[in-house]
């Protein structure tokens, strides 16, 4: 069968995925010379395509190919270009030439042809790369989805389905837990890719389990596939907004475990989240947008919203979520709030539930309005009118006058006595904004557990797979405690990805009897990790000052100066720059450093609230509020936390601060996935203008160096990437020298294979025999293929002249 007819069953997809065999063959028969061709440094676009025309003590002439010009370069400027025939090579591993160029431009020439989809395969599992396209392409429909089922990593090409099938496979055959890790920057197509590789389970793994307890759910709410899917709509309208990079940007970091039966068949789901951004409700940068959520509800698209949330169809009505921008161009509101609204229903909310989650989204815009003023020869707040006021009130289900009192005059305690504190404007302002973020950090939360109860069917369950989408590594102009905390997950996700990938690397190395130096890639992370978690860290010395009433920004920079500055290589001062916004300090990460600013970490990490509100809250008429704010018990804080329980903790000495919880979550997350099989999938942004297939060099070069495609390149380089089954071996390239394997006589496999690789003319030092097979450098393997060809080429070359010969004798015969 063709390879043509081979991809026949992607339908539509298939030529964006490999492309045709004709023009394979085409682009595989171009002239070129592996002594001349190469890539050239180049200061605006990073490396050009060019020929050598010349070489002279260290330097080199190269004539670059677009524009004819010559230069003369050092020769560490220039590097190989692969033959033809690996263009567009799905699998990276196997280029002859393994440099930062040759990558580059195999990325360039599959974006160009809307191929979004790379591999790169180690011992250690599938790797897959992928470049947000920016536009719509015909590559997820269920033809694609049946056509991946099933098939091995190597015969499909590259697709976040084939990372999908794979670990399902895996999961079936292994008996292990598996996880499909989705990283990259904001707007790379994390997200999206998340919900395909969701699509791909529950399209293929529907059935299964008790089906009496089902169908009463199925048929009211739903089925539990479409549940799974449902739950992504609800999240990203409350946890995802615009952001400078990214339109649709995850402000929070989820772990979906996807649950199956002893058979694979769907049991049930659940789903963990991250460090939602609260501080997005209450305010903008330019060019950025508020949670979708408030603006789908302003679309007038359901009108009765308006009326049950009390607010207008205009978002300039409310200064919380209009401090940039308020719609986009790439996504409608009107269609999200339909899908958002059905999500509710899919995933079984009461109607009583579902009203309470829109009145109490409206009551967090309505916190914005609220106006206070001072009295007059006092510093003492006051309401500036109550009509705002009333509405929150009426929204949450409070006495609007006890609301005011509690926020204007709360009630402390001090030693055993309750006395009334007087509050200045600001202060009220700042207790409102923090009771708004408040609200809605735990109605999401809380949305989550009641997700997790739906999805839990109670099914048998046997094996999982772990899905996680979280925010990527990112450098803004200005960075605070949310990025410091992104920014740290990132550090340990490729630590725990250089493990994975490179140390079983090594250990098959060892397994095999291979003699080998040992290199721990992930000990080049280390230092900033230490210097964040471990004890006298970054965290721990935030949480210790915020257990003193007289820290202040200075003291804790004080602390951190004194701690680590000159002392950890991680550590640094900001260097200052003309028109750089101010910073405390830098850290040196794997994947660039940061400046951060560390004005007001202290009270975001304490994340302080009025006690007087909050005590309303706990006896509100509207149930889910009173929920959300369970009463302090014994000594005990009840909270809300995503894992679906209350936790406590004591007061005093072991307060609950922001930094504390997101360690213990990120050390959940962290010890789930080291009990899984990793896969992992590397999401790239193409360009900053979100322009459909156009690739900015220097950009995508930063990102394959930031998230380890380049660094699995380089254990290829000092490693042996390249590893063939001993008969598999001498099966293919007995062609190179067949006499020295003696036919009708039984010789092992790895001796024929040794008498073969020491009979040819290759670099003797490339390859080393393993117990079970041979191991190559990276490139040696092309090297082999391209004698193969060249042995086969003669062979043909010798038959046919034998054939034309012969057909001419006896032409001849009968010519005499």
Request: proline share 4%.
């Amino acid at each position: 069968m063709s390879m043509d007819a081979e991809m026949a069953i992607y339908g539509k997809a298939a030529v964006y995925l490999r492309k045709p065999e004709r023009e394979r063959i085409e682009a595989q028969s171009k002239p070129f010379d592996a002594k001349s061709a190469c890539y050239v440094s180049d200061a605006k676009e990073l490396y050009l395509k060019g020929t050598i025309i010349k070489k002279d003590g260290g330097k080199v002439t190269v004539k670059v190919l677009d524009t004819q010009e010559e230069r003369t370069v050092k020769e560490d400027n220039v590097s190989p270009v692969n033959p033809p025939k690996y263009d567009k090579i799905e699998d990276m591993a196997m280029m002859t030439h393994l440099n930062e160029a040759s990558v580059l431009y195999n990325f360039k020439e599959h974006y160009a042809a809307w191929m979004i989809y790379i591999r790169q395969c180690t011992y250690s599992g599938l790797f897959c790369a992928t470049v947000n396209p920016y536009k719509w392409l015909p590559v997820y429909d269920a033809e694609c989805v049946a056509a991946y089922r099933g098939k091995k990593r190597m015969e499909a090409p590259p697709h976040i389905f084939s990372v999908s099938d794979n670990a399902y496979q895996f999961m079936l055959t292994d008996r292990e837990n598996q996880s499909v890790l989705i990283t990259g920057e904001s707007g790379a197509g994390k997200t999206v890719n998340t919900k395909r590789v969701i699509q791909y389970f529950a399209t293929i793994s529907v059935g299964g389990g008790d089906k009496k307890r089902d169908m009463s759910k199925v048929c009211y709410y739903g089925s539990l596939e479409d549940q799974i899917i449902a739950a992504n709509p609800l999240l990203e309208a409350y946890g995802n907004a615009k952001t400078v990079r990214n339109d649709n940007s995850s402000r929070f970091g989820k772990f979906i475990r996807i649950h199956f039966g002893t058979t694979g068949k769907l049991a049930s789901a659940d789903i963990e989240t991250y460090l939602l951004e609260k501080s997005r409700v209450t305010f903008q940068l330019p060019d950025e947008r508020g949670y979708h959520i408030f603006y789908q509800m302003m679309t007038n698209h359901k009108p009765e919203l308006i009326e049950l949330a009390l607010i207008t169809t205009n978002p300039y009505d409310f200064p919380m979520c209009s401090m940039s921008q308020i719609t986009m161009a790439s996504i409608d509101d009107k269609v999200e709030l339909e899908a958002t609204d059905n999500a509710i229903d899919i995933l079984g909310f009461t109607g009583e539930e579902k009203a309470s989650i829109y009145k109490m989204t409206g009551a967090v815009l309505h916190h914005g309005n609220m106006k206070f003023k001072q009295k007059q020869r006092e510093e003492q707040a006051e309401p500036d009118g109550t009509e705002e006021a009333d509405k929150v009130a009426y929204l949450l289900g409070l006495n609007s006058a006890d609301m005011l009192k509690a926020l204007c005059y709360p009630r402390v305690k001090v030693r055993n006595e309750f006395v009334t504190k007087g509050q200045t404007v600001p202060q009220v302002n700042n207790s409102v904004s923090a009771l708004a973020k408040s609200i809605y950090e735990r109605m999401f939360l809380w949305m989550v557990i009641r997700i997790k109860q739906t999805l839990d069917t109670k099914q048998a369950r046997q094996y999982f797979i772990g899905v996680l989408d979280i925010a990527g590594f990112e450098i803004f102009d200005f960075n605070t405690l949310e990025q410091l905390c992104i920014n740290f997950t990132n550090e340990k996700l490729q630590q725990f990805f250089n493990h994975h990938m490179f140390i079983l690397e090594q250990e098959e190395y060892k397994k095999e009897g291979i003699i080998w130096e040992f290199i721990d890639f992930g000990m080049d992370l280390a230092a900033c990790i230490e210097l964040i978690e471990k004890p006298m860290g970054i965290f721990s010395i935030l949480e210790e000052e915020c257990m003193f009433p007289k820290a202040t920004d200075t003291s804790f920079k004080n602390k951190l100066y004194d701690q680590h500055l000159g002392k950890n290589k991680a550590f640094e001062k900001p260097k200052p720059a003309k028109g750089k916004a101010k910073a405390h300090f830098s850290l040196v990460y794997y994947a660039g450093t940061v400046d951060y600013n560390i004005i007001g970490w202290l009270d975001k990490n304490k994340d302080p609230l009025n006690d007087s509100v909050i005590q309303l809250y706990q006896k509100s008429s509207v149930k889910l509020l009173a929920i959300l704010y369970p009463p302090v018990i014994e000594g005990m804080i009840v909270t809300i936390t995503s894992g679906g329980k209350k936790g406590g903790k004591k007061k005093g000495g072991s307060m609950q601060t922001v930094s504390s919880q997101f360690r213990e979550n990120l050390g959940k997350l962290m010890t789930n996935l080291r009990s899984t099989h990793p896969h992992f999938v590397r999401c790239l942004i193409p360009n900053e203008s979100k322009t459909p297939g156009l690739m900015e060099n220097f950009l995508v070069i930063h990102q394959l160096r930031c998230n380890g495609v380049l660094e699995g390149i380089r254990i290829c380089r000092k490693g042996f990437p390249s590893r063939i089954l001993y008969g598999d071996f001498k099966q293919r390239y007995k062609v190179l020298n067949a006499s020295v394997i003696p036919e009708g006589q039984f010789i092992d496999n790895k001796k024929a294979s040794e008498k073969l690789l020491g009979s040819i003319d290759v670099n003797h030092d490339e390859y080393k025999f393993g117990h079970t097979k041979v191991f190559f450098k990276a490139g040696l393997l092309g090297v082999l293929e391209e004698m193969r060809d060249e042995k086969l080429a003669t062979l043909v070359t010798m038959t046919q002249a034998l054939c034309r010969g012969y057909v001419m004798r006896k032409e001849f015969v009968k010519m005499m």
